[in-house]
Nanobody, 125 residues
């Protein structure tokens, strides 16, 4: 059973940057697709970015060109670099690992499990 722990959230002004980390323990994640989702108050959890085991990536349209997902298999960690942050990026950010066993990227919440506890990102305008 893998345990995921997010970190790196905080308060930042609009236009600023943050890098989120998702550290995995319990087993290697190198063969699994990993994803970031976010949930703003009163809204459903939504897809942000995903990375496959062969480093294909996918991004939600609202963050494409501003966010970059990456992974360091040696550190068993996934990252989300967030640049040019906007107030609408304010949310709790969660990482998750794919449970399909295919290692392929997906935007579907049901394809992911082992959710972390989340890290708060607040962007002030």
């Amino acid at each position: 059973q893998v345990v995921l722990a997010e970190s790196g959230g905080g308060l930042v002004q609009a236009g600023g940057s943050l890098r989120l980390s998702c550290a995995a323990s319990g087993r290697t994640i190198s063969n699994y697709a990993m994803a970031w989702f976010r949930q703003a108050p009163g809204k459903e959890r939504e897809f942000v970015a995903a990375i496959s085991w062969i480093i294909n990536t996918d991004y939600a349209g609202s963050v494409k060109g501003r966010f970059t997902i990456s992974r360091d298999n040696a550190k068993n960690t996934v990252y989300l670099q967030m640049n040019n942050l906007k107030s609408e990026d304010t949310a709790v950010y969660y990482c998750a690992g794919d449970v399909t066993g295919l290692g392929l990227i997906s935007r579907r919440i049901v394809d992911y499990g082992n959710w972390g506890q989340g890290t708060q990102v607040t962007v002030s305008s």
